[in-house]
């Protein structure tokens, strides 16, 4: 396989990878009793909508592991130290969220259909655990900083547009931390996020 197709393959696979992480966070608030996140946990699991969101986020991240390889191969940049550790935080931040997808989608409803009222999951000892928290924390951190490094690699070296390079920093920031953001700030967030990701895959399609 030549350059060109390797990079069309990865260019569309981000394309498909954020319009699906977007979909799903639509499909989230819309599909799913949000409004109980804090108190019963389980009230999300038992949804009928649980799996089928879970498993397309974990079909987005998938895609958005192959559009990633996009970014190292993107107009033969000369990678260094700084640009490397950026790359690998952001392929590790892939990673983490599919075996956190792989947990939500697969683990929490066999342990709820094994063991109903699961007392971890019906009170909100969830979202205050250690494991849950140090996960999260790992996640955002990771996810972030990686963006944003790589982000400011692609400002500097021109590997993506200006634009595309500061929408990729500012969204995955925000994306990043929605945990602790307000609601309309995380949905803003997860749309620039989305857009950068869209945008970086039509650069790399086009070869700009």
């Not at 970014?71 to 000369?78: D, T």
């Amino acid at each position: 396989m030549d350059t060109a197709n390797f990079m069309r393959i990865a260019g569309y696979s981000n394309m498909s990878y954020a319009v699906l992480l977007f979909l799903t966070g639509i499909l989230w608030q819309l599909m799913l009793p949000v409004e109980m996140i804090q108190a019963n946990y389980a009230a999300l699991v038992e949804s009928p909508f649980w799996i089928a969101i879970n498993l397309t986020s974990m079909a987005a991240v998938f895609i958005g592991i192959i559009g990633f390889f996009g970014y190292v191969f993107h107009k033969n940049y000369k990678m260094s130290i700084f640009s490397g550790i950026g790359l690998l935080m952001i392929l590790l931040s892939l990673l983490l969220r599919f075996a956190m997808l792989s947990w939500e989608a697969v683990v929490w409803p066999s342990l709820l259909s094994s063991s109903p009222g699961i007392a971890f999951l019906t009170e909100s000892a969830y979202l205050q655990s250690p494991m849950i928290i140090s996960s999260f924390s790992v996640f955002t951190l990771v996810f972030s900083f990686g963006y944003l490094i790589f982000g400011v690699v692609s400002f500097r070296n021109k590997i993506f547009t200006k634009m595309t390079s500061v929408l990729l920093m500012f969204g995955a920031l925000l994306h990043g931390f929605t945990m602790v953001l307000p609601f309309w700030m995380g949905l803003i967030g997860a749309f620039v996020y989305c857009l950068s990701i869209f945008i970086s895959g039509k650069e790399m399609i086009n070869g700009e």
